[in-house]
Every structure is written in C-alpha cells, then in structure tokens.
C-alpha cells in the first residue's frame, strides 16, 4: 500500500472515531520515522484502528439507546417503603383484631339464640299442654252412694281420659289451666226402689247447672251440660243434694267430663 493511501485511510479513521456517542476522543499519534519505518507504523496503526471502528459501530446504537436520556430520581427511598409497610402492617392488625371481636359477638350472638330457641321451645310445650285440656272419669264403685246429709262432693275415681292432668281424681275438682270456654258434662244414676237422686255442677261455690229424678218402681237416670267461660284457677265439681243417692256399677252410668273449647 502507498504511503498517500495509508494517510488517506487515518483521516478517515481519526474523523470516524470522534463522532463516538460516549464522546470519547481518540488521538492517533504518528511518530515520525523514516522511510519505510513509519509505512509499517502506519500500516499497523491503521488495522487496528479499523478493528476499533467496526467494533464501535456494532455497539454505538446499544450505548445510544442506553444513553437516550438520563434517569430522575427512579430509585426509591428504602425508608419511606418501610414506613409503608409498617403502617401497612398497622392496618392489618387492626383488621385481624375486629374480626376476632365480630366472631367474639357473633358467637355470644349464638348462645343467646340458643337461649331463646329453649326458651321458645318450652313456651311451646306449654302451650300445648295448656291447650290440650279434657278429661273424663266415672264414679270408682259398685253400688250406691247416700242417701247424704251434706252437700256432698262426688270424686269420680276411675279415670277415663285426663289430657294436661288438670283433674284431679283425689278431690274430684278440675282446675283451669287457662282463661277460656270450657264444655262440662255429667251423668247419672239410681237403681229402682232407692227413692230420689239430685246434684249440681259447681264453679266455685256456684251453681251452674243441675239434674233431679224420683221414681219408686224404675231405675232413675239423668244428665246436664253447660259452657263456662273460666278464668286461669275457677274450680269446677259435682255435688250431690242433701238427701239423695247416686249408683253405678261396671258399665259406668255416672260420669263427669269436660274439655276446652277455645282460649279467651
């Protein structure tokens, strides 16, 4: 290669290299020699500066993508992210801790349905027991009772039916659960030949309603009901007249019954 051309191809090289976007300047020393000294010098210099420029070249577009424009402020600030965070940390506590306050009351919120649910449930027993009200019972014995000289209280002994147990087969009294219409009836008889027979039903020491019958040849038989509006604890009973008799035997003629009809 000629010495014009050598020189031609580091002017071309030296302009090349200060258009790098780091903006580095590269100089290019010559030293002068003579003749055919500074040719190699020169020969050589110029390959690597060649070498340096295509390796430039392929790595110019990344730096300049790179180096585009500078970054502001981009780091964060580690302390202010903690302080984020521990408020963060705050919040969820507080939360955690309501929600363990809402499950405590939900659950005091479960025992007293539980309380009131048992509550409810034997108000409804109750109820039912003191809206299931009747009975039914005959006199206890074979033969004749009187004739009395009191006014005498039957006790109908054998019991037929007493649903809420509101009868009482000792004294012969029902008692009323409840405030309401009660349906009473009773039944009776007298064997032939024992003269008269009479009673009445009491509420309380009042009579309601009554039977009577006489006969000298003939069995004497007789019955009576009534509707009672009663209050919680009126006492209803029969009681047999002064002077007279009442009879029964197995096949139950005297009875008293009675049953609630409605709830006042």
Excluded at 29 to 39: A, F, S, Y
Excluded at 183 to 203: H, M, N, P, Q, V
Aim: charged share 20%; aromatic share 8%; hydrophobic share 35%.
């Amino acid at each position: 290669m000629g010495f014009p051309s050598v020189m031609l191809l580091m002017c071309l090289v030296v302009g090349l290299t200060t258009c790098r976007a780091e903006g580095k300047d590269n100089q290019i020393q010559v030293t002068e020699t003579t003749g055919g000294e500074q040719e190699n010098h020169l020969t050589e210099t110029a390959a690597e500066d060649t070498e340096t420029l295509d390796q430039d070249l392929q790595t110019e577009p990344v730096e300049a993508s790179n180096t585009g424009s500078p970054e502001k402020g981009c780091d964060p600030n580690i302390y202010m992210v903690l302080k984020e965070l521990g408020a963060l940390q705050e919040r969820q506590e507080a939360t955690v801790r309501a929600l363990e306050e809402t499950n405590r009351k939900l659950e005091a919120s479960e025992k007293k349905v539980d309380v009131l649910n048992s509550t409810l449930t034997e108000m409804r027993r109750t109820y039912q027991e003191q809206h299931q009200v009747a009975f039914s019972a005959a006199l206890p014995k074979d033969g004749t009772i009187g004739p009395v000289n009191v006014l005498y209280p039957l006790v109908y002994k054998h019991i037929l039916s007493n649903i809420g147990g509101h009868y009482s087969p000792v004294t012969g009294y029902f008692t009323a659960p409840l405030r309401g219409l009660y349906y009473f009836s009773f039944s009776s008889l007298c064997w032939a030949g024992d003269g008269t027979s009479g009673g009445s039903l009491y509420r309380n020491e009042n009579k309601v309603v009554s039977w009577y019958g006489y006969s000298k040849t003939d069995p004497i038989s007789g019955s009576n009901s009534a509707i009672l509006l009663l209050q919680a604890g009126d006492m209803v009973n029969i009681r047999l007249w002064d002077g007279r008799k009442i009879s029964d035997n197995g096949n139950r003629y005297s009875t008293f019954s009675g049953f609630l009809l409605s709830p006042m």
